[in-house]
């Protein structure tokens, strides 16, 4: 190469290496002169999806109330107000039952009954697009049918339901609400129990957690015999009516193959006229992992009215 060729690289590359030094010296100085972001102490920061609540209006007389608008809803998270994005009447999205029976000892008696009338409610809510599961639970639990809409499937699973000693109650609640966790769309728990536990391994507070987590309405029928109504266990009982309040669910006692057969009526026709309000959270850092939800309706006469829904959200779930 001739002396002036080498003059020339030599030029090129001092200009490379002079324009290289540039670009660092820039990219530095504007990373310090970026502010620090940081977040408040003692908060969770979360994701901004969206909530879905699922909401029953009943009137005076316990009937489910159709007809309402969206104006007619008001709807707070932690005391703030929040604009409803998305608002639907008798939601038609897929319905994903987890239908649990108990089949302790304690129950023996009705259970033949509880097995017809779960029958009937069967027939009467299953679409299409919808699915049932049938949970059997003991000592154990027990899933004898996975979701489907074969109503053949289903009776046949109801009927296999078998008897034990023990209540395991709880671990009954937690296990299918995991199983609704992975389903699409609405998710209900149906439990007919007497209200007894005696063996669970998981804690109320884990079970009414998984429920939540899976925004399960659950729904308990207490099965109560007469001649042994005043010497019953009441703690299991309890527990389930706090747990079906709080989830936007409910509960009913019966006492007869009637109620039973009602209890299963309001639920069918609860499920057909309920409001679907959405929502994404204004707030992004939270004090709290749950959030509790507020919704109040403002009809012509609002005394008349009884909204129900569920209590609030985790912005995390937990490790299962």
Do not use: W
């Not at 999806?49 to 109330?65: Q, R």
């Not at 609400?177 to 007919?192: E, F, Y």
């Amino acid at each position: 190469m001739s002396g002036l060729g080498k003059a020339y690289l030599v030029y090129r590359m001092t200009r490379f290496t002079t324009l290289i030094l540039l670009l660092l010296a820039c990219a530095l100085s504007s990373a310090q002169q970026a502010p620090i972001q940081k977040q408040p102490e003692g908060t969770l920061k979360v994701d901004v999806k969206l909530v879905n609540v699922y909401v029953t209006v009943t009137d005076a007389h316990g009937s489910p109330v159709a007809g309402l608008k969206k104006e007619n809803f008001r709807l707070q998270e932690d005391g703030r107000e929040q604009i409803i994005s998305v608002f639907d009447k008798e939601s038609a999205l897929p319905l994903s039952i987890a239908l649990a029976i108990d089949t302790s000892l304690s129950t023996r008696h009705d259970l033949p009954l509880e097995q017809a009338s779960a029958k009937r409610f069967a027939r009467a809510i299953l679409r299409p697009v919808d699915a049932l599961s049938v949970f059997g639970f003991s000592e154990t639990v027990l899933q004898s049918t996975s979701y489907t809409a074969d109503m053949h499937r289903i009776e046949e699973g109801i009927d296999h339901v078998r008897l034990g000693a023990a209540t395991a109650l709880f671990d009954a609640v937690y296990l299918a609400s995991r199983s609704l966790d992975k389903r699409q769309g609405r998710k209900v728990m149906v439990l007919i129990t007497d209200g007894g536990d005696t063996i669970s391994k998981y804690t109320y507070q884990e079970a009414a957690r998984a429920a939540e987590e899976a925004e399960a309405l659950v729904y308990s029928i207490i099965v109560v015999p007469i001649e042994s109504s005043a010497g019953r266990e009441t703690g299991g009982e309890n527990a389930l009516i706090q747990l079906s309040e709080d989830t936007g669910g409910k509960y009913y006692y019966a006492t007869s193959m009637s109620q039973l057969d009602g209890a299963f009526r309001q639920i069918s026709d609860e499920l057909r006229t309920q409001y679907l309000l959405a929502y994404y959270p204004s707030q992004r850092l939270s004090n709290s992992q749950f959030r509790r939800i507020q919704v109040a309706v403002s009809p012509a006469e609002p005394t008349s009215y009884h909204v129900r829904h569920r209590a609030g959200y985790y912005t995390a779930k937990s490790d299962f």
